[in-house]
């Protein structure tokens, strides 16, 4: 049939990748569709392998049209240095910043990545700040993101000298969240949460279906961890 590609041709499959490459990349520069350079950078990324080239169309795409994909990506880059740019963890906060506040298919991932810079203190002068960590913890936690639920029950035991009161109801509300989704540890701390009765009365029957359900998830990562071994 016409149009079809003959993919075991090793020059015709050559020749329709780049013709890919042309397409995506009028659709960035010519026709200034910010979903086409989202595809320029996939394209040169995972098809051409050229890192340079991609964070530059990240870069364009996040400036220029405020991308949220592209700014979660372009803000990969900026933490490991990558495509040849100087690693910042400055301007990878700046990147996810955008990305979280724009909303898209990378925005949880990006407001759980703000929230650990601003936790560990290491893109802002001050050192961390706990307030805005907990901000887009909840974010992404709301979102479904279940680390950020474990980070938020977390925080909440511990406190800090800055304002943040402990407080192990809330830090039980989000082992439970993390728990519910999927996170091995959110259930095994509200599981010793409802044992020891923080946060809440003792319950030991529903500390012992919380701690079966951790054993139960942690069994399943083994599981999958070792499929992936094979």
Request: net charge neutral; glycine share 12%; charged share 25%.
């Amino acid at each position: 049939m016409a149009g079809l590609i003959n993919f075991e041709d090793e020059k015709e499959v050559k020749q329709f990748l780049d013709n890919i490459g042309v397409e995506f990349s009028f659709q960035c520069y010519k026709e200034k569709d910010p979903e086409g350079c989202q595809r320029l950078a996939d394209y040169m990324e995972v098809v051409k392998k050229n890192y340079e080239s991609t964070a530059q169309v990240l870069k364009h795409n996040c400036d220029t049209y405020g991308h949220g994909e592209s700014c979660y990506k372009l803000g990969a880059y900026y933490v490991t240095g990558k495509g040849g740019i100087t690693a910042c963890l400055k301007t990878a906060y700046s990147c996810f910043l955008r990305s979280c506040n724009t909303g898209g298919k990378k925005s949880i991932d990006a407001c759980h990545n703000v929230g650990l810079l601003a936790h560990d203190g290491r893109a802002a002068e001050g050192g961390p700040d706990l307030g805005a960590a907990r901000q887009y913890y909840e974010k992404a936690c709301a979102g479904g993101f279940a680390p950020s639920c474990f980070n938020l029950s977390a925080l909440y035991i511990e406190g800090n000298s800055k304002g943040l009161a402990p407080d192990m109801t809330l830090a039980l509300k989000y082992a439970n969240k993390a728990c519910e989704l999927g996170h091995v540890w959110g259930c095994a701390n509200a599981s010793r949460m409802y044992k020891l009765g923080d946060g809440t009365e003792k319950d030991e029957k529903k500390a012992e279906e919380l701690k079966n359900r951790a054993k139960e998830l942690h069994g399943l990562e083994k599981e999958r961890q070792l499929k992936f071994g094979e």
